[in-house]
Nanobody, 122 residues
């Protein structure tokens, strides 16, 4: 069992930066792929980014590529999402997720956090 707790969300202006953190419980954190999804009001939850268990490989949605960076610290059981050049369309609840497979589809993930709100004003 893995429990995930996101933090770092908030209200910022367009063009600003935020760093989200996700702290994971348990001793098996380093075995899991970690990811971030987001859900805007009235929209489906969508893939944002994934990082492999070792941190060697990452992937991003086209909408955030070049602006967002995912990273992880296995010694701290934490994954991060650095978000730069934020846009109003980035406004959403951001969810941290962990999984053995972990791809762009929600069904490939095993555990989810409660989410953290990010609001970007224009």
């Amino acid at each position: 069992q893995v429990q995930l707790l996101e933090s770092g969300g908030g209200l910022v202006q367009a063009g600003s930066s935020l760093r989200l953190s996700c702290a994971a419980s348990g001793r098996t954190f380093s075995r899991y792929r970690m990811g971030w999804f987001r859900q805007a009001p009235g929209k489906e939850r969508e893939f944002v980014s994934v990082i492999t268990s070792s941190g060697a490989r990452t992937d991003y949605a086209d909408s955030v590529k070049g602006r967002f960076t995912i990273s992880r610290d296995n010694a701290k059981n934490t994954v991060y999402l650095q978000m730069n050049s934020l846009k109003p369309e980035d406004t959403a609840v951001y969810y941290c997720t962990a999984g053995q497979v972990g791809g762009q589809a929600m069904g490939t993930w095993d555990y989810w956090g409660q989410g953290t709100q990010v609001t970007v004003s224009s």
